[in-house]
Antibody
């Protein structure tokens, strides 16, 4: 059974940093692309970032709203995906979901339960 | 960047009705489109990929169609448990944007 468990969320002040982790199990993590999707309170889904598997170079993609501030990465030896979030803004407040679908495609077949990030002074 | 526009933004229909939600891409995405269902307070659920391929376990009353820029999600006979917000997402070229959502309620 595919499981994705996010951690690392919490309350942080504007301008500070936070690193989210997504611990995966139940599938060959190293063969799968991973994504982060967020949802601000009462709002719709927003795609944030995507990392391909090593077979596709492990290359990354970002939404314009986070480019230059967020970095997605992966540790295939630990089956963990990360989202390093720097220079956080109040508008980054959201539930952050870790998702995956398979080797290379960027849709989200499987979702974690999400972790809440609140950016506030 | 490719923009995804859903219509309507909200919809009220009766149990047993046929319901159609539209998603339009700002440029052609062939069939690189997925649909999700999110019930209140829950994690989104994956319904359809490649515009028309139903994910395993999704009830057959759900169907998707379209190619290029225009896509539809259809519920053939609305059930009470279908109350949710529905989102489309393209996965053609990054950024892989979602539509703004369509909130479906029972009349």
């Amino acid at each position: 059974e595919v499981q994705l468990v996010e951690s690392g969320g919490g309350l942080v002040q504007p301008g500070r940093s936070l690193r989210l982790s997504c611990t995966a199990s139940g599938f060959p993590f190293g063969d799968y692309a991973m994504s982060w999707v967020r949802q601000a309170p009462g709002k719709g889904l927003e795609w944030v970032s995507f990392i391909r598997n090593k077979a596709y170079g492990g290359s990354t993609e970002y939404a314009a709203s986070v480019k230059g501030r967020f970095t997605i990465s992966r540790d295939d030896s630990k089956s963990i995906a990360y989202l390093q979030m720097n220079n956080l803004r109040t508008e980054d407040t959201a539930v952050y979901y870790c998702t995956t679908s398979g080797a290379r495609l960027a849709y989200s077949s499987y979702w974690g339960q999400g972790t809440l990030v609140t950016v506030s002074s | 960047d490719i923009q995804m526009t859903q219509s309507p933004s909200s919809l009220s229909a009766s149990v047993g009705d046929r319901v159609t939600i539209t998603c339009r891409a700002s440029q052609g995405i062939t069939n690189n489109l997925a649909w999700y269902q999110q019930k209140p307070g829950k994690v989104p659920k994956f319904l359809i990929y490649a515009a028309s391929t139903l994910q395993s376990g999704v009830p057959s009353r759900f169907s998707g169609s379209g190619s290029g820029t225009d896509f539809t999600l259809t519920i053939s006979s609305l059930q009470p448990e279908d109350v949710a917000t529905y989102y489309c997402q393209h996965y053609d070229t990054a950024p892989y944007t979602f539509g703004q959502g369509t909130k479906l309620e029972i009349k």
